[in-house]
């Protein structure tokens, strides 16, 4: 039974930092951080493969990053000078399957979301 948890997620001032956290049960190709608001599509946020190639979404470069945890179990988004348009629903995923890590349709396995807002 795959399960992705994610946590970490809550409020925060603008300028300010969270750190959201994943834990996963599968061996994956693709991880990513995917965020979405109401009324808007899931876009991808920061995304890194098998080989540890980390791609972000235009809007977080410099500002966020995803790693791995050393046991390759939790995967890690650490946001800094959070924007109040940061302010989503931020989803783990992970893709079993070989795909670009960059489209939403990649990834077969979600987790529940963690609510990030910043004002």
């Known amino acids: 039974h795959v399960q992705l948890v994610e946590s970490g997620g809550g409020s925060a001032q603008a300028g300010g930092s969270l750190t959201l956290s994943c834990e996963y049960s599968?061996?994956?190709?693709?991880m990513g951080w995917f965020r979405q608001v109401p009324g808007k599509e899931r876009e991808g946020v920061a995304t890194?493969?098998?080989?540890?190639?980390?791609r972000y979404a235009d809007p977080v470069t410099g500002r966020f990053t995803i790693s791995l945890g050393n046991s390759k179990t939790t995967v890690y988004l650490q946001m800094n000078s959070l924007k109040p348009e940061d302010t989503a629903m931020y989803y783990c995923?992970?893709?079993?399957?070989?795909?670009?890590?960059?489209?939403?349709?990649?990834?077969?396995?979600w987790g529940q979301g963690t609510q990030v807002t910043v004002s």
């Open positions: 599968i061996s994956s190709f693709c």
């Open positions: 890194i493969d098998a080989i540890d190639k980390k």
């Open positions: 995923a992970a893709s079993s399957k070989y795909g670009n890590c960059r489209e939403v349709r990649t990834y077969d396995y």
